[in-house]
Each structure stands twice: as structure tokens, then as C-alpha cells.
């Protein structure tokens, strides 16, 4: 079955420092892999996407993510975390031309 | 560019009271159109898409219905809520598919229903 999996409720951070927020996904075939936040109350807002092409990809706020087809991994990272980032976060997977599948989402929390 | 629509923000409805959630699109054309739920500020649970113009898919079997009258415009309904349909509704919109085209989902602001 195609699924995607967010290992971790919460992550906790200090400002300034680096932060990863994990996201593994099983699917048949090249997936399509997105990162989305949601601040409390709104609606949730496109990070990055990867499509093909260099496993790096740069988003929104600093943000970026790392695909890693041998891990079947596409960890969310930020190399100095800022207070204001402190939100929910979500991984998606499109398996090809099927539906986008999201994961159960990770809350990060940024301490002052 | 494009923005997104949902109204009203928040609502409070009796239980067995209908329902009405709508969703508009702006600045785009022949969209695809998704109706999640989201509970307890966690996973999206969808509950229908759109390809077209009364074209409605549904993904979960319940008490809510949805509508396409109009390209750009969603409807999500019931007859007669219930206490579990409380929770938050996200619209979403994407691009329709062609030869190479990965369609990101744009979300609306969302609706917040607590039936009582």
C-alpha cells in the first residue's frame, strides 16, 4: 500500500540551531514529495516540492529538503531555527498519477 | 495570481441542523477541487475531489455531499449534522493534470465547525 510516515509527533529546538523533521514514504514507482505548514488556525501553506532532478531541494523561510531514494526519505531541514517557525508540518506523496497522500503531521516547536 | 476562498471562518451549528461550506477560486481556470477534513489539528482526512463541473468524487462514506455549480466554486453539505462532524475544513485547489505536470495543492484559510 502507498503510505507516507512522520516518525515524530513533536520535535523541540533551540533558536538558532539546526532542525530536521523526518518523513519516509513507501510508494511503487518515482514518487512526487511535498512539505507543507500549517500555523494554528490557517490553512496549510506549500514549503517545496521534488519532482526529479538534484536530490536537494530549496523551498519557502529558509527551509529545504532532502530526497533520498535509497532511504525512501525526504527529511525537512533549516540550518538555524527561528522562533517564528514553530508550526505544524506535513509530508506528502503523490505516487505517480494517484491521488496526494498526506502524512499525520510533526509539531515543531522552536524554544527562545 | 491565484487565491482561494472559504466562508464562513467558524460556525456553530445544532446537531440535525444542515450545512454549508463554500469555497471559491480565483484567477485560475478548470481547477482541481478537494474538500478535507481535519480533526484535532492533526491528519487530513479527504473527503472529496473534483475534476470538473458536477463531476464529484467521493473518497469516505458519510452524511456530507459536495457540489460544483460553477467551475471555480465547491460546495461541501449536509442535511443533518452530526457531533462528529465537527472539525476543520480545508478547501484545496490544484491545477488539472497534463503530460508532466506535478499538481501542488494550494489550501484555503479553512472553516472551523463545532456542532453541538
Known amino acids: 500500500a502507498q503510505s507516507v510516515a512522520q516518525p515524530e509527533d513533536q520535535v523541540n529546538v533551540a533558536e538558532g540551531n539546526p532542525l530536521t523533521v523526518k518523513c519516509t514514504y513507501s510508494v511503487s514507482g518515482n514518487p512526487y514529495l511535498f512539505w507543507y505548514v500549517q500555523y494554528p488556525n490557517r490553512g496549510l501553506q506549500f514549503l517545496l516540492k521534488?519532482?526529479?532532478?538534484?536530490?536537494l531541494v530549496k523551498g519557502s523561510y529558509g527551509f529545504e529538503a532532502e530526497f533520498n531514494k535509497s532511504q525512501t526519505s525526504f527529511h525537512l531541514k533549516k540550518p538555524s531555527a527561528l522562533v517564528s517557525d514553530s508550526a505544524l508540518y506535513f509530508c506528502a506523496v503523490r505516487p505517480g498519477a494517484s491521488k496526494i497522500i498526506f502524512g499525520s503531521g510533526t509539531r515543531l516547536s522552536i524554544r527562545p | 495570481s491565484q487565491t482561494i476562498h472559504q466562508w464562513p471562518a467558524t460556525l456553530v451549528q445544532p446537531v440535525g441542523s444542515p450545512l454549508s461550506l463554500e469555497c471559491t477560486v480565483e484567477g485560475t481556470s478548470n481547477p482541481n477541487l478537494y474538500w478535507y477534513r481535519q480533526a484535532a489539528g492533526r491528519g487530513l482526512q479527504l473527503l472529496f475531489y473534483?475534476?470538473?463541473?458536477?463531476?464529484i468524487s467521493s473518497e469516505v462514506p458519510q452524511n456530507l455531499s459536495a457540489s460544483r455549480p460553477q467551475d471555480r466554486q465547491f460546495i461541501l453539505s449536509s442535511k443533518k449534522l452530526l457531533l462528529s462532524d465537527s472539525g476543520f475544513y480545508l478547501c484545496?485547489?490544484?491545477?488539472?493534470?497534463?503530460?508532466?505536470?506535478?499538481?501542488?495543492?494550494?489550501f484555503g484559510p479553512g472553516t472551523r465547525l463545532l456542532v453541538l
Open positions: 484545496a485547489w490544484s491545477t488539472s493534470g497534463g503530460a508532466g505536470n506535478v499538481e501542488t495543492q494550494y
Open positions: 473534483s475534476v470538473g463541473i458536477g463531476q
Open positions: 521534488y519532482i526529479t532532478g538534484d536530490n
